[in-house]
């Protein structure tokens, strides 16, 4: 079992930036990867970022390249999401996961555990 605890969201203006961690614990050495997805309201969760855990390969999605940046910090097994250049449409629950296949990264059934989410909400 992997337990996993977000924290860092918040209210911030549009522009704003915003850093969320993801703080694991449990059987984490077993881990393929490490990701975060989001869902806003009345929509489908949706893949952000992911790194390889081992690799420390970085994957993301088109809508936050160049403005979130996903770190690790294998020592403390916490994961991060550097979100800069905030828009409105960024407006969603954000949510970690470690899977631990060589599944796709970006595919919500990859993924094996789940936090409880934090909210993140953009003002215009």
């Known amino acids: 079992q992997v337990q996993l605890v977000e924290s860092g969201g918040g209210l911030v203006q549009a522009g704003g930036s915003l850093r969320l961690s993801c703080a694991a614990s449990g059987r984490t050495f077993s881990a393929n990867a490490m990701a975060w997805f989001r869902q806003a309201p009345g929509k489908e969760r949706e893949f952000v970022a992911a790194?390889?855990?081992?690799?420390?390969?970085?994957y993301y999605a088109d809508f936050v390249k160049g403005r979130f940046t996903i770190s690790r910090d294998n020592a403390k097994n916490t994961l991060y999401l550097q979100m800069n250049s905030l828009k409105p449409e960024d407006t969603a629950v954000y949510t970690c996961a470690v899977k631990n296949s060589r599944s796709d990264y970006d595919r919500s059934l990859s993924y094996d555990y789940w936090g409880q989410g934090t909210q993140v909400t953009v003002s215009s």
């Open positions: 790194v390889s855990w081992r690799s420390g390969s970085i």
